[in-house]
């Protein structure tokens, strides 16, 4: 069955540090997403990304944030100064028609 | 705003009982929505889907019903078994394609040996 893979599956960084996370979404898909989840709390979407651009961003995702697919296989996402607060799990998503498949997720863990 | 969340954070239940977990939404607008089952450490997991027009849809051991005068969702697991303990999201997005999807609260289920 085909899946989505993340890495890494933990990432501990320093604070004012950047973060890449990477991702390989569905090798069929065409709309990709990532969300975070905050220990305890639920999934909060961050971006939708179509066509080699952004389609839809929340207010979570601001200049510090931003996604590429850079060799049309691996999807990005980079927190160019991290802050506590971004401690999370990290999911990239993809979608074909209509259902999302979920990746296992990226623990980042700033300190 | 946009709203969607479940009635209660936790639930146990004995194995082989059935179980029903609650979701309520607010955005009248919705029109897709998905149960997705969260193990520890992983990612959501889709479990099933229900669309506007439909106000039940089954699959194996699980059932999803959709009320949308009162604009409430629940999720009917049967005869569960421990593999089924799980935290439960309700999701759901404005139309079938591509949309963003937003989450509930989650439901934390553990079945009871």
């Known amino acids: 069955e085909p899946e989505v893979t993340q890495t890494p599956s933990h990432q501990v960084t320093q604070m004012g540090q950047e973060v890449i996370l990477r991702c390989v979404p569905i090798?069929?898909?065409?709309?990709f997403y990532w969300y975070r989840q905050i220990l305890g709390q639920k999934v909060e979407f961050l971006v939708s990304?179509?066509?080699?651009?952004?389609?839809?961003k929340s207010e979570i995702f601001d200049d510090q944030f931003s996604v590429e697919r850079p060799d049309g296989s691996n999807f990005t996402l980079k927190i160019r100064s991290t802050k506590l607060e971004d401690s999370a799990m990290y999911f990239c998503?993809?979608?074909?028609?209509?259902?999302?498949?979920f990746g296992q997720g990226t623990r980042l863990t700033v300190v | 705003g946009e709203n969607v969340g479940l009635h209660l954070p936790t639930l146990s239940v004995q194995e082989g009982d059935n179980s029903i977990i609650n979701c309520a939404y607010s955005?009248?607008?919705?029109?897709?929505f998905i149960w997705y089952k969260q193990e520890s450490g992983k990612g959501p997991q889709f479990i099933i889907d229900?669309?506007?027009?439909?106000d039940k849809r089954q699959g194996q051991r699980v059932t999803v019903l959709l009320n949308k005068t009162v604009k409430h969702l629940s999720l009917q697991i049967a005869a569960t078994q421990p593999g089924d303990s799980a935290v439960y999201f309700c999701?759901?997005?404005?139309?079938?394609?591509?949309?963003?999807?937003?989450f509930g609260t989650g439901t934390r289920l553990t079945i009871i040996p």
């Open positions: 998503a993809s979608v074909g028609r209509s259902e999302a498949f």
């Open positions: 090798s069929n898909h065409l709309y």
């Open positions: 990304f179509y066509n080699n651009e952004i389609s839809e």
């Open positions: 955005n009248s607008a919705s029109d897709y």
């Open positions: 229900i669309r506007s027009n439909m």
């Open positions: 999701a759901e997005k404005k139309n079938f394609g591509n949309e963003k999807l937003t």
